[in-house]
Nanobody, 112 residues
């Protein structure tokens, strides 16, 4: 099982980034929830966005209207488009499948 996340980096406030996470070795991944969580220094891990196999999505309150989660079932990939980034979005972003499998995290830093 492997979840490979990419796309993090340093961006100025108001900017955009797109995260990607490719999953491999997971049975019936099409039927599973895929999503993103994040953890800022000194804080607990929190929900960013998840997408079900049926196409439903759910977002954390702090990112609603700014972030968009999408899936490419053919590529076993989940994306997170992040717009209007704020310094408080700075965190390590983790992708997950069914909250059972986790990627290594990708750092997003938003400068003011």
């Amino acid at each position: 099982v492997q979840l490979q996340a990419s796309g993090g980096g340093l961006v100025q406030a108001g900017g955009s980034l797109r995260l990607s996470c490719v999953a491999s070795g997971i049975i019936m991944i099409d039927m599973r929830i895929m999503g993103w969580y994040r953890q800022a220094p000194g804080k607990q891990r929190e929900l960013v966005a998840v997408a079900t196999s049926g196409g439903s999505t759910n977002y954390g309150d702090s990112v609603k209207g700014r972030f968009t989660i999408t899936r490419d079932y053919a590529k076993n990939t989940v994306y997170l488009q992040m717009n209007s980034l704020k310094p408080e979005d700075t965190a390590v972003y983790y992708c997950t499948v069914s909250n059972q499998h986790w990627g290594q995290g990708t750092l997003v830093t938003v400068s003011s």
